[in-house]
C-alpha cells in the first residue's frame, strides 16, 4: 500500500484539516544589483489561502453644491490599509532524510517524540534563518527587502515580512533543532503610498492648503474642485468676506465637496 507522505506529515504536524496537504512554497527576494533575485522554498498548507484588506473612513461634516451647507455627516474616506497574508512554513531536516520504516512509525505513534536519538539530520536553523533574515534591512536596500510568494502557477502574494514567530518541535538528543514551523505575516508593500496619493489629489476629503501670491479663492476653488463658482465653500470654511485678496502664507482649510 503506497503511502501519501505529504498528506500524512500535515495530519501529524497539524498544519490544516479537511484532506490538506503540504506543497512546496517558493519566496523570490528582491537583491541589490547583479545578484538578482534571491530564492527560499519551504513546505506550507495551501487548504486555504486569505488575503486581507481593509479601509480607513471617518465621520466628517459636508458641504453642499452651491448653495447653504447642508449640515450633513456622512463618511469620509481616509486612506486604504495594505493588503496582508498569512500563513504557516514547514522546515523539516529530520523527516526529509528518514525512510519508509520512519515513515510507518510516525503512522503508528502520530505525535513524534520531541527529542530524537542522534540520525542523518542537519540544524534547521539553516533553513529558518534565511526567513528571519527578511525582517533585516538590506544594507545596499536601505530598508528589508520585498518578497513574491509563490506556489506553482498561483502568484499568492507581493510584499514585505512584517511578522515572524518560530516554534521549534523536534530535536536532536544534543539539543539541535531539526523541525520548526514558522508563523508569517506579509504585508503589501506599496498599498499605503498609493492610498495617501490618492487622499492628496481628490476633491472629496478635507484638505489644507497655503495662499500663494497672486491666488484668489476663485482660483483655489478652480483647482481644487474643477468650479471657480465653488468659492463660497472655501470662504465659509475659513470666514473669509473678501475673495480676492487672501493674505499669502495663510493656511486655508479646503473643505470636502458632498457627491450629490
Known amino acids: 500500500m503506497s503511502v501519501n507522505k505529504a498528506r500524512l506529515a ?7 484539516a479537511g484532506g490538506g496537504e503540504l506543497q512546496k512554497l517558493t519566496i523570490l527576494f528582491e537583491r541589490h ?5 534571491g530564492s527560499i522554498q519551504a ?3 495551501p487548504s486555504e489561502i486569505v488575503l486581507s484588506k481593509a479601509a480607513n473612513w471617518e465621520r466628517q461634516q459636508a458641504a453642499g453644491h452651491g448653495g447653504a451647507d447642508s449640515g450633513a455627516v456622512e463618511q469620509g474616506f481616509r486612506s486604504v490599509e495594505p493588503e496582508t497574508f498569512s500563513t504557516e512554513l514547514l522546515f523539516d531536516t529530520y523527516e526529509s532524510r528518514s525512510d519508509g520504516v520512519a515513515w510507518r512509525h510516525a503512522v503508528t505513534s502520530l505525535v513524534p517524540a520531541s527529542v530524537i536519538g542522534a540520525r542523518d539530520a542537519t540544524d534547521v536553523r539553516r533553513h529558518t534563518d534565511k526567513i528571519a533574515k527578511l525582517l533585516e534591512v538590506d544594507r545596499e536596500l536601505h530598508r528589508p527587502p520585498i518578497c513574491q510568494l509563490r506556489w506553482g ?6 510584499g514585505v515580512l512584517t511578522n515572524l514567530e518560530q516554534r521549534f518541535t523536534l530535536f536532536l538528543e544534543d539539543g539541535t533543532p ?6 508569517c505575516s506579509f504585508a503589501e508593500f506599496s498599498g499605503q503610498a ?9 476633491a472629496d476629503v478635507v484638505k489644507t492648503r497655503e495662499v500663494r501670491r497672486g491666488d484668489t479663492l476663485h482660483s483655489l476653488a478652480a483647482e481644487e474642485y474643477g468650479d471657480p463658482g465653488l468659492w463660497r465653500h472655501i470662504a465659509r470654511a475659513n470666514g473669509i468676506v473678501n475673495p480676492r485678496d487672501p493674505r499669502p502664507g495663510t493656511v486655508l482649510t479646503i473643505p470636502k465637496l458632498r457627491p450629490f
Open 10 to 16: 500535515s495530519e501529524i504536524l497539524g498544519l490544516g
Open 33 to 37: 544589483g547583479r545578484h538578482g533575485r
Open 43 to 45: 513546505l506550507f498548507n
Open 153 to 158: 502557477a498561483f502568484d499568492i502574494f507581493r
Open 178 to 183: 531539526v523541525r520548526a514551523t514558522l508563523s
Open 194 to 202: 498609493r492610498a495617501r496619493a490618492g487622499e492628496l489629489h481628490s
